[in-house]
């Protein structure tokens, strides 16, 4: 938080919210559902892609303010399944903005200790992209701070539907298969988010009450957090008004309340 802090204008009005923050019950895990660029730029009169344009700059914000947190893990869905379903001019310009943005941004990644993962169908990725992608990931593998995972050409059913036949394929190369019985551990241990815990809380910007094939697995318990406001708009304020109203949940995973427990 202090690393937060010294960040801040001595005047700027983000300062009281990250110091009414309870440094013990921060999310380990933040996802966010980036929505609303396009109608950010139909507002304006702008083509779409300026709308994803203007929705770099938020997804840097947030990244920076996660890291200097101590956050450990944030995922962002930059890329749907469905996404190819847009019009062919929006797809390219959407794999070239990730192109660009990662190569700028690999520089301040290092410096602020981020690991960039990537989570999704990334052989499908057009060959520039998913270069760009994995060296990215390569470069950031020793990184001890944040781990940003990308979700991209990615789909919760599509990873549900690639972990079963990872489990079919060990058993069938262990010669198990006959009384193959999974457990939900085998599940999770195949997903793409293997080994890293479950999202405490799902951001998702612009007021849709959807989960958009999104980490269906992984967000059984996620508290989940909707604002009106749309992705390009989307502040530092924000995020931290996010993780406040996060903390002040009553999360019983099914239980009972206990006394005076609130987020972890
Ligand atoms: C949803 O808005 C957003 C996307 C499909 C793309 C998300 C990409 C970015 C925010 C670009 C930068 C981020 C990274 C990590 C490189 P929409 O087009 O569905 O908006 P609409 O619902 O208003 O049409």
Same mark, same amino acid.
């Given at each position: 938080?202090?690393? +937060?802090?010294?960040? $801040? %204008?001595?005047?700027?009005? *983000? &300062?009281?919210?990250?110091?009414?923050?309870?440094?013990?019950?921060?999310?380990? !895990?933040?996802?966010?559902?980036?929505?609303?660029?396009?109608?950010?730029?139909? &507002?304006?009169?702008?083509?779409?892609?300026?709308? !994803? %344009?203007?929705?770099?700059?938020?997804?840097?914000?947030?990244? %920076?303010?996660?890291?200097?947190?101590?956050?450990?893990?944030?995922?962002?869905?930059?890329?749907?399944?469905?996404?190819?379903?847009?019009?062919? /001019?929006?797809?390219?310009?959407?794999?070239?903005? #990730?192109?660009?943005?990662?190569?700028?941004?690999?520089?301040? $990644?290092?410096?602020?200790?981020?690991?960039?993962?990537a989570i999704g169908r990334i052989d499908a990725l057009p060959d520039?992209?998913?270069? %760009? #992608?994995? !060296?990215?990931?390569?470069?950031?593998?020793?990184?001890?701070?944040?781990?940003?995972?990308?979700?991209?050409n990615y789909g919760g059913r599509a990873e549900l539907a690639d972990?079963?036949? /990872?489990?079919?394929?060990?058993?069938? /190369?262990?010669?198990?298969? *006959?009384?193959?019985?999974?457990?939900?551990?085998?599940?999770?241990?195949?997903?793409?988010?293997?080994?890293?815990?479950?999202?405490?809380? +799902?951001?998702?910007?612009?007021? *849709?009450?959807?989960?958009?094939?999104?980490?269906?697995?992984?967000?059984a318990y996620a508290e989940l957090f909707v604002t009106d406001t749309?992705?390009?708009?989307?502040?530092?304020?924000?995020?931290?008004? =996010?993780? #406040?109203?996060?903390?002040?949940?009553?999360?019983?995973?099914?239980? +009972?309340?206990? =006394?005076?427990?609130?987020?972890?």
């Amino acid at each position: 938080m202090e690393a +937060l802090l010294e960040i $801040l %204008e001595p005047d700027a009005p *983000e &300062r009281a919210l990250v110091q009414s923050l309870d440094p013990g019950r921060l999310p380990c !895990h933040i996802a966010i559902i980036m929505d609303g660029n396009g109608r950010w730029a139909n &507002r304006r009169s702008l083509p779409r892609p300026a709308g !994803h %344009e203007a929705g770099v700059e938020p997804a840097r914000t947030v990244i %920076e303010t996660c890291a200097r947190l101590g956050i450990r893990y944030l995922t962002l869905y930059a890329f749907s399944l469905e996404n190819w379903k847009r019009p062919r /001019a929006e797809v390219d310009m959407l794999w070239r903005l #990730l192109q660009v943005y990662i190569r700028r941004e690999l520089p301040n $990644l290092m410096k602020h200790g981020v690991r960039v993962k990537a989570i999704g169908r990334i052989d499908a990725l057009p060959d520039p992209a998913r270069r %760009e #992608l994995v !060296h990215a990931v390569e470069a950031t593998a020793q990184n001890q701070g944040l781990q940003v995972n990308l979700a991209i050409n990615y789909g919760g059913r599509a990873e549900l539907a690639d972990a079963f036949n /990872a489990i079919l394929d060990k058993a069938r /190369a262990a010669g198990t298969l *006959e009384n193959l019985r999974v457990t939900e551990q085998d599940i999770a241990g195949c997903l793409y988010t293997a080994g890293v815990p479950d999202p405490d809380l +799902l951001i998702r910007t612009s007021g *849709e009450m959807r989960i958009s094939n999104f980490l269906l697995w992984q967000i059984a318990y996620a508290e989940l957090f909707v604002t009106d406001t749309l992705w390009p708009d989307f502040t530092r304020a924000d995020l931290l008004r =996010a993780i #406040l109203e996060y903390q002040s949940r009553d999360r019983r995973f099914g239980g +009972l309340a206990a =006394a005076g427990a609130k987020a972890r």
